[in-house]
């Protein structure tokens, strides 16, 4: 939304925290303030990403974000890439990502990624 470019060598050695949703999704927006509140626990460490991946189109984004507080870089419409690459099938959905590039956390709720976030 703001231009940043995110990809697997932008992304290199850090730990990438991926939120993957939807402006219509009531769990999705009621996480919201709680994941918030995680960047900010967060926001001293120039290793960790928080990235939304949001199937809606960018003007609908930017609309939902400018009545609604969330603190994660946003991509809009990626819809495909959601669907198609990583094959989600229900939403909100999150993913760790380790300094290496591996997965290691897929949760549909954010306390999971508190959990993994922890332990990393």
Known sequence: MKGKV???Q???GKIVVLKCWFVHCVACVAEM???NALKQRYQDRSDIEFVSLCLDPKD???TFLGK???DYATVANQTKYL???LKIGSYPMHFV???QGLV???VNRYQGVVYTLNKM
Do not use: G, H, R
Request: hydrophobic fraction near 40%.
């Open 104 to 106: 290691v956390k897929q």
């Open 6 to 8: 995110y990809s697997p």
């Open 10 to 12: 932008t992304m290199v």
């Open 68 to 70: 609604t507080k969330f």
């Open 83 to 85: 669907e198609n690459q």
């Open 97 to 99: 990502v380790n300094k």
């Open 33 to 35: 303030p709680a994941l």
């Open 60 to 62: 609908k984004v930017a």
